[in-house]
Structures are given as structure tokens and as C-alpha cells.
């Protein structure tokens, strides 16, 4: 961004590391309350503050933080750009956690469309996700899609290679495994016996890890290596190691979100089985570098486990896509321009809206 004449910088309240390094009732009490108190608290104040940014990108998790920021950036003048993650309320009613059509959930309705409608900018992680919300809210004034991408440059010496003989092939799932991802598939494939000449790893965090957990505690799974979130230099070194990213989706979560793990894995040349519906983002990103697995289809999922290890040509074949995917179309340094183009925007439309241009050029 800094070559595009923009000063970025990240502000968050809860680390990378320590999110994933969270275990405990205790440890994930205190997540929520820095993500769903102090953050958004320290948000309001930096649009309000002397030395606030020219132009704020707030993102939709935590799912009311977007609103904080733009109430104080109308009282400071700040232009505010609305980050889509994902879709509220309606992660929440598919999740369990609110009840369609109650008052709360009414009331968080009007607070996202309020959000909507005020933006400097709304910016989508994918087309269906955007396509969702102008089903559920109306036309979404300034909108546009950019994917979330990743930082290919870790891994842009790392081009996929032909694995040794002997060698299993190694299925990773890294990240999140919430309410929202399909378990029961993944489950349903681990208790039948993972196929011969397969290593899958599961790390992560979350309800639905906490459930895979519980499932498997005391049993034997062959084949399979459970475990916590890893610190930075040892995910790196697994991400590079795996052939093969598994990312899941329930029905029902294919309109309202978009798994950003998706875009490291490819830029990591690991080709994705993507346990999803078929009207998907995630779903057509990985078309020509993975495989689609419908949820539910144990056998369908555990069939294709059986078959990568008896293909590698293809399994090479889609891992260098995905390599190449990674690095020419999703790396964040790629994403630059159309930020750029965002930015410049939304900064202009709020100059029209209030009748004065925004004082530099930093976020």
C-alpha cells in the first residue's frame, strides 16, 4: 500500500498467537471480553481521537465493531469503510446463537443495514456473500468484492513438488473449526478409518474442534494427529509440508461467509478439498485446485482421501494451480490496486457528502 502512496496499519486488540494459543474456559473468557468490550471501546475512541487516521477499514468481526466506529467517525468527520467478513445477524441465527425474528435479532438487522447505508465504502470477501446481503438488506450502496487474500511471499520459493516415494500424503485442517463448519463429515470420515497411505492433521480451536475433540477422546484414529493452533514458525513449516487443505462449510453458511484460510492454503501450493455446497464462493475459487465434497458425503469425502494417494500426477497438477493461484491472483501485495481504487473512493464520497477533503493519506 505504502507504494501506492497509502499508510497502512493494523490496529487489534487480540493477537494472532494468542487467539490461537487460547485454551480453557478462562482463556476464552477473556478473548470475549477483549473482542466484544475493550476493542470496541479502544475503536471508538481512535475515530474520535486528535490523532484518529484519515480514513478507517473496519472489519465485521466483532460483528457490531463497523457501527461504533462510524457513530464516532460522524462525530470526528472520519471517512469509515465497511469490512464484510461475514453476513449479520444472519451468522448468528445460523449458528444457534440468536433466534430469527426476535426483537434482538431486529434490532442487529437495522444496526447492519444503518451500517450499509452510512459506509464510505462497503467492501465483500466474495460475490455470493455480497449477492446475500442485497437479498436480505436491498441494494448495497458502494459495494464492491475483494477477496481477503494472502501472503503468498512466504511461500513464493516453495513451489509444489512430485513427494518422496513411501511419502503419505499430508491433509491439513489449520484454523478456526466453528459452529459454522461442517464436523460431521470430517467425524464421519475420521470413525470410519482414515485410507491407508493418507496423514490428516487437524489444529485448530473452536466449537466444532472442541466437539472433534470430544468425539475422539480415548479412541484410537489411525492416521490422524489432534492438536492446538500453532505458533507462527511451526505453522509455516506444516503449511509447507501439507499436500492438501481441508476447509469446511455447513449448509446454510455458503451465502454469509467465505473461509479466508482458503487463500494461504493456496498460496502454500496446497490443493483444497472443499466440504461444501456447490452455490458457493469457496466452492468456485477452488474449481481448477481442489476437489468439492458434498457435506454429508462421508464416503464421497473418504473415496477422494483413497484416490489422492493413488494419482499424484493430478494431486501435483492442482497443487501447482493452486501455487499459482495463490501467488498471481490472491496475494494481498496483488490486491493493492483495487484497495487503492477503494480507498480513493471512499474518501472522495465522503468529501462530497461533507463538503470537505479528508486532511492525508493514512488508514
Not at 477483549?34 to 487516521?53: E, H, K, N, Q, T
Not at 467517525?73 to 465497511?82: F, Q
Not at 473418504?302 to 497438477?317: E, T, W, Y
Not at 473512493?345 to 462530497?352: D, F, I, L, S
Request: aromatic share 6%; proline share 6%; glycine share 12%.
Amino acid at each position: 500500500m505504502r507504494a501506492r502512496q497509502w499508510e497502512a496499519r493494523a490496529r487489534f486488540e487480540v493477537a494472532e498467537a494468542d487467539y490461537r494459543s487460547a485454551r480453557g474456559t478462562l482463556a476464552r473468557l477473556r478473548l470475549r471480553a477483549l473482542a466484544y468490550g475493550w476493542y470496541p471501546l479502544r475503536l471508538g475512541v481512535a475515530c474520535l481521537s486528535r490523532g484518529r487516521p484519515d480514513i478507517a477499514v473496519v472489519c465485521s468481526n466483532t460483528f457490531y465493531a463497523p457501527r461504533v466506529a462510524q457513530i464516532a467517525s460522524r462525530a470526528s468527520g472520519l471517512p469509515m469503510v465497511h469490512w464484510v467478513f461475514d453476513l449479520y445477524p444472519d451468522v448468528l441465527v445460523a449458528a444457534g446463537a440468536l433466534r430469527s425474528g426476535s426483537r434482538r435479532e431486529r434490532a442487529l438487522r437495522r444496526c447492519v443495514r444503518d451500517t450499509f447505508n452510512l459506509a464510505s465504502a462497503n467492501v465483500f470477501l466474495g460475490h455470493l456473500l455480497l449477492q446475500q446481503a442485497e437479498e436480505r438488506f436491498g441494494p448495497i450502496p458502494r459495494a464492491t468484492v475483494i477477496p481477503v487474500g494472502g501472503d503468498a511471499a512466504p511461500f513464493a520459493e516453495h513451489s509444489p513438488g512430485p513427494r518422496a516415494v513411501g511419502e503419505p500424503v499430508r491433509v491439513l485442517y489449520c484454523g478456526n473449526l466453528g459452529r459454522l463448519h461442517d464436523v460431521a463429515t470430517l467425524l464421519g470420515v475420521v470413525r470410519a478409518g482414515i485410507p491407508d497411505g493418507i496423514a490428516l492433521e487437524i489444529r485448530g480451536n473452536g466449537a466444532g474442534f472442541r466437539e472433534v475433540e470430544q468425539a475422539l477422546a480415548g479412541a484410537a484414529a489411525p492416521g490422524v494427529t489432534l492438536g492446538p493452533p500453532l505458533p507462527d514458525v511451526e505453522w509455516l513449516g506444516a503449511m509447507k509440508r501439507a499436500d492438501v487443505a481441508l476447509v469446511t462449510m455447513r449448509p446454510g453458511a455458503e451465502a454469509i461467509l467465505m473461509p479466508s484460510k482458503t487463500y494461504s492454503a493456496l498460496a502454500a501450493g496446497q490443493a483444497v478439498i472443499a466440504v461444501c455446497p456447490e452455490r458457493s464462493d469457496l466452492s468456485k475459487t477452488v474449481a481448477e485446485c481442489g476437489w468439492r465434497v458434498e457435506p454429508g458425503d462421508v464416503e464421497g469425502l473418504r473415496a477422494l482421501l483413497a484416490r489422492l494417494g493413488r494419482d499424484p500426477v493430478d494431486l501435483l497438477k492442482r497443487r501447482r494451480a493452486a501455487w499459482e493461484a495463490g501467488k498471481g491472483l490472491y496475494d494481498q501485495g496483488m490486491l493493492g490496486d483495487a484497495w487503492s481504487g477503494v480507498l480513493a473512493g471512499a474518501v472522495e464520497w465522503h468529501a462530497r457528502l461533507h463538503g470537505s477533503m479528508s486532511g492525508g493519506k493514512a488508514l
